[in-house]
């Protein structure tokens, strides 16, 4: 008899509300097409496809769906400081302890903000998390929610990796002569 069995830490992320739980079944046990299929424009660019977001979040909707379809038998997940330290451990079903656990680092990762910012400054904490374009992007997507519209932001992110130049984003970047045609 298999016994599953999902591990990992829970933060925001920046169009599925929360990594891990749920998130792991979809993203670990699936194929190219359903990876796609939740990467899709129309999906990540949803109003409620943002960073704490899980109530009609189409993402995390979807892997909600794909948990249930797969069925966990065991989940255990844990939340970090700045320092990678582990800060609180969760186990039991994968619902109700993903969701004890996101309640947990929605309060200590994400703040209110009276009012947006004029500028933001903004870092995807270092490699591997801004190892290329495509990591930084995350971090993008956390400062556009902050900034003031017509504001400023600033991304620093070493991309020793590049682009990638590989794979679909690189295809995506390439397929247009300016970054305003990729607009």
Do not use: W
């Amino acid at each position: 008899m298999d016994f599953r069995i999902t591990t990992g830490f829970v933060e925001p992320h920046f169009f599925a509300g929360f990594i891990s739980g749920p998130k792991m079944v979809a993203t670990v046990l699936a194929g190219l097409e359903t990876v796609m299929h939740l990467h899709d424009a129309r999906r990540i660019g949803h109003p409620k496809a943002v960073f704490g977001s899980i109530e009609g979040n189409p993402v995390h909707n979807d892997v909600r769906e794909i948990s249930r379809m797969r069925r966990v038998d065991f989940a255990f997940d844990v939340t970090l400081n700045r320092r990678q330290d582990v800060t609180q451990a969760f186990a039991g079903e994968l619902f109700a302890e993903h969701h004890a656990a996101f309640e947990v680092a929605r309060k200590n990762a994400m703040r209110s903000l009276p009012d947006p910012f004029d500028v933001v400054v903004t870092t995807n904490s270092g490699y591997p998390m801004d190892q290329n374009l495509d990591q930084a992007v995350k971090e993008m997507s956390a400062a556009a929610r902050i900034v003031k519209q017509g504001g400023t932001s600033l991304c620093a992110a070493e991309c020793r990796d590049g682009i990638p130049e590989h794979g679909a984003y690189g295809e995506l970047l390439a397929s247009r002569s300016s970054p305003l045609d990729l607009l």
